[in-house]
């Protein structure tokens, strides 16, 4: 079942920009349907939409986590993301 995931951590546009084309190198992640950032001045907040919390996990674990700790410094505790089922979601044009 799709989910949705919400994170919020401390880190500056230029920082998450560094992060998002760190785990893009290679395509997108597997099982990820939507992904959007907003910059609230000094902290952002990403919601994704995910194939299931499983795809998540494995993307979080196996790329997001090491290379967000690589460019951000692992000083504190990594963001503990919100995950929720969705009952639906569309997609409209891009």
């Not at 920082?15 to 998002?20: A, H």
């Not at 993307?59 to 290379?67: D, H, I």
Request: proline share 6%.
């Amino acid at each position: 079942m799709a989910v949705r995931v919400t994170m919020e951590f401390p880190a500056t546009a230029e920082q998450y920009d560094q992060v998002n084309e760190a785990v893009d190198a290679d395509g997108s992640p597997e099982g990820l349907i939507v992904h959007s950032a907003v910059d609230m001045g000094g902290t952002m907040k990403v919601v994704d939409v995910w194939e299931s919390a499983e795809a998540f996990g494995a993307f979080a674990e196996g790329k997001l986590g090491p290379k967000a700790a690589e460019i951000l410094g692992g000083d504190g505790p990594a963001p503990e993301p919100q995950i929720e089922e969705l009952h639906n979601y569309e997609v409209h044009g891009s």
